[in-house]
């Protein structure tokens, strides 16, 4: 830890200038939270079949499947020992007509986490709207990274290997472009639109769905979802960072580490 020191008659004033890391926010209670969906909540046997999803939070979007159903993993060795959710390509958990979850240009903040298979086609790990191009989505396969997609229009790409655990996150700012927006993939950084400009989540929202594009059986997710948190604000750094560290603690993630600032007298 650093210090600086500086004084005139006597006194010292000595300043904090690393820091100490953020600690973990843990979204329970959160008024903002509309959409939670965390494997450790279903309480399966390993091995069983996922029919329902219960949403954790205020919304009470619950999913059922669609089609036929993913595998629950009670203890995932890639992810901390953790429950997780398995899709193979051929399932997903949906729910028609959902409320509550961000529509238009509004703002919103959506984390994920898990992991990709590294199968070489499209993927959608998790959308809401009415289809893939009205609607937003996070998914892996686009030139082997992740993206988030909000009205059809992308950000940008970020790199990810198979079969390692991320913690994805992206506060969108309402009615901003996506040339301005920013990602983050284990709490690094990353700016820009892939397509440029500003999305326009259709109202109502048709579907809300792990595992595919709304309302579109392609592109399905390959691989494993631990922990979906959608919030109806933008989160500024401080709050992405202490979720971010909690969904990493909880997952065994290593993420970039966020100091606080700020000093103390002496």
């Not at 089609?67 to 953790?82: F, K, Q, R, V």
């Not at 051929?90 to 984390?111: E, H, I, K």
């Not at 030139?143 to 506060?171: D, K, L, W």
């Amino acid at each position: 830890m650093a210090f600086k020191s500086s004084g005139s008659g006597g006194g010292f004033v000595a300043k904090n200038t690393g820091g100490l890391p953020v600690a973990g926010l843990d979204p329970t209670g959160m008024t903002d939270l509309v959409a939670w969906y965390k494997a450790d909540s279903l309480g399966l046997s390993n091995g069983a079949t996922v029919t329902s999803w219960p949403d954790d939070s205020p919304t009470n979007n619950d999913l059922n499947n669609y089609e036929s159903a993913p595998i629950y993993n009670s203890s995932d060795a890639l992810l901390n020992g953790m429950p997780s959710v398995t899709y193979d390509g051929n399932d997903s958990n949906y729910r028609s007509n959902p409320t509550g979850l961000p529509v238009g240009s509004s703002a919103c903040t959506t984390y994920v986490v898990g992991y990709w298979s590294g199968a070489s086609a499209t993927a959608d790990m998790f959308t809401w709207g009415s289809n893939a191009y009205n609607g937003a989505r996070m998914g892996a396969g686009y030139y082997s990274g992740m993206i988030f997609e909000n009205g059809g229009i992308t950000t940008v790409q970020r790199a990810i290997s198979s079969n390692v655990p991320f913690v994805f996150s992206y506060p969108y700012v309402a009615g901003a472009n996506t040339t301005a927006a920013t990602t983050y993939l284990n709490g690094t950084a990353a700016n820009g639109g892939w397509l440029a400009g500003v999305p326009n989540i259709s109202n109502p929202v048709a579907e809300i769905v792990i595992g595919r594009p709304a309302t579109a059986p392609v592109e399905r997710w390959t691989g494993a979802v631990a922990e979906v948190l959608v919030f109806n604000t933008t989160h500024d750094s401080l709050t992405r960072a202490r979720v971010e560290k909690y969904l990493a603690d909880k997952y065994g993630i290593s993420i970039a580490v966020v100091k606080t600032t700020g000093g103390f007298k002496i």
